[in-house]
Every structure is written in structure tokens, then in C-alpha cells.
């Protein structure tokens, strides 16, 4: 089956943020928007198409003009093929639809910035706003422990620029395994038991015991820190590394000012 290049286009941005962070492809959309930080594709192309229709409204040109006017008829006749349709149609569940939708068919200027704050109301944060609250013990969903746990707080809505922050793991001067590591643990796409144990939605407290250990308890992802502090090396890397980056991970603690170069 041939993909549309829209869907095209969005499935090269998730293979290029997942593979930048050295995780599986089947890992979390949501979860790697958020850790790059990065807003879905359909909101830059919506600010580019009401953008675009601005300029429109205060070009001097005559012909453009006559353009605007004939596509605006177009979509009050129903056509479903007309470009101002389509746009129409995407205010539809927006907080100020009604607005937007007054202004297009009254070729008046859009309000861009509150177009911004409803899109990412809209899209993004629903997604957030639903696990908020959630115990990630009892939800399986990566999401909700993604954001309970491990995620940055997100910026208003109002707020000018990007709506989420970069982790900073990110800006220190990792080598590419201990990135990889830390990224596959705070988005759930690692192959420790208290992941792979979830596969299937299984119900068997067998397959999330903890297999490092003799307690014979549930094996929490938190586990994880005091094994880690009681080896002398993880997967080749001095086990320090992991455990100070870790700490503040979880703790969701400002990292401390490290400037050092850390490698193998």
C-alpha cells in the first residue's frame, strides 16, 4: 500500500528523532515528541496554512483577492475539495473554532497566537492532561509513566515557545551508549523484565518478578538504581555514570552542574 507523503513525511520525523536517541522503533510516539522536544507535524503545517492566508489578507493584489473570494464561495457550496474547506474543517474542535471560522469566511486575519495556544491544547496536551494523576504501577500505558515519573513540566500553553523542555542528559557530553541507555529507561523501550513482563497485557505476577534479586517481589523500574549502585560496571559503562544520572532522572531534580566529559 503506497502512503500519502503527509503520512510519509511524519513516519521519516519519528524514524529520525528515534533513531538520534538510539531507541527501538516501536517506541512511544508521545513519549519521544516529548524527550526531543518536538511538536506533531500537523501543527507546524496549520500555523504555515493560516500564516500563509494572513499574508493573503494583506496583499495589495487584486487577483489575490479575487482568489480568496472565489475559494470562500467554493467552501459555502459545499465543495469538499476546496483547500479553505479543509481548513474549516481543522478548526472544528478548536476552543475558538467558531472565531476562526467567522474570520475565513469573512476573509479577515486569523489570530495565529491563539490559534498556537488551542492547537497544542488541542493535540499534544490531551495527551498529557489524560495521564496526569494516573499510578504508573497499575497503568500500563508508557505514557503515564513516562509523565509521572521521568518527564520535564510542560510550558503553558501561552507560553512562546516550545511547550516542552530539553532533558538534560541531552545537552552533556555523553557517549552515544550511556544516551541510549538513559533514553530506553525514561521511555520504557529497554528490555528489563518489568517492561518485556507487560507484553501481552499478562496478568502472570511470575513474569514481573524480579529476576536480579531473591526478594521475589514485583520488579519497579526504580529497582533498577540500587543494582545498578551495586555492580561495577552496566553494560560496559561505569555504574556512577548511570547512577547520578538516574537519580535526578527520577527524582525530576535539576541534574547537577557537571561539565566533565564521561565516556566508556
Not at 43 to 50: E, G, L, T
Not at 66 to 91: E, H, P, Y
Request: hydrophobic share 40%; with cysteine.
Amino acid at each position: 500500500m503506497t502512503m500519502s507523503p503527509a503520512i510519509l513525511r511524519r513516519s521519516r520525523t519519528w524514524h529520525f528523532l528515534k533513531r538520534s536517541l538510539g531507541i527501538k522503533s516501536t517506541s512511544a510516539n508521545w513519549c519521544v515528541l516529548r524527550e526531543c522536544p518536538q511538536e506533531p507535524l500537523q501543527c507546524y503545517w496549520f500555523r504555515s496554512a493560516v500564516k500563509s492566508w494572513n499574508r493573503m489578507v494583506d496583499s495589495n493584489s487584486n487577483t489575490l483577492r479575487d482568489v480568496m473570494k472565489a475559494a470562500t464561495s467554493l467552501m459555502n457550496s459545499g465543495a469538499s475539495n476546496c483547500w479553505t474547506r479543509q481548513i474549516k474543517d481543522a478548526f472544528g474542535d478548536l476552543q475558538n473554532g467558531t472565531v476562526y471560522r467567522s474570520d475565513l469566511l469573512q476573509c479577515r486575519k486569523l489570530n495565529i497566537f491563539n490559534l498556537r495556544i488551542d492547537l497544542r491544547f488541542r493535540h499534544h496536551q490531551a495527551v498529557w492532561r489524560e495521564a496526569h494523576g494516573q499510578d504508573p504501577c497499575s497503568c500500563l500505558r508508557k505514557s503515564v509513566a513516562y509523565h509521572n515519573w521521568f518527564a520535564l513540566p510542560v510550558r503553558p500553553v501561552s507560553d512562546a515557545r516550545a511547550p516542552f523542555v530539553l532533558p538534560e542528559y541531552l545537552k552533556m557530553a555523553l557517549s552515544k551508549c550511556v544516551m541510549r541507555n538513559v533514553a530506553r529507561f525514561r521511555i520504557r523501550g529497554h528490555g528489563l523484565k518489568c517492561e518485556t513482563g507487560l507484553y501481552g497485557m499478562s496478568t502472570d505476577r511470575s513474569a514481573l518478578v524480579c529476576n536480579l534479586c531473591k526478594t521475589g517481589i514485583i520488579f519497579k523500574m526504580r529497582m533498577l538504581i540500587i543494582f545498578m549502585y551495586g555492580h561495577r560496571t552496566f553494560t560496559g559503562t561505569s555504574s556512577i555514570i548511570y547512577l547520578i544520572i538516574f537519580l535526578k532522572v527520577i527524582s525530576k531534580v535539576s541534574f547537577f552542574n557537571i561539565t566533565q566529559k564521561f565516556t566508556n
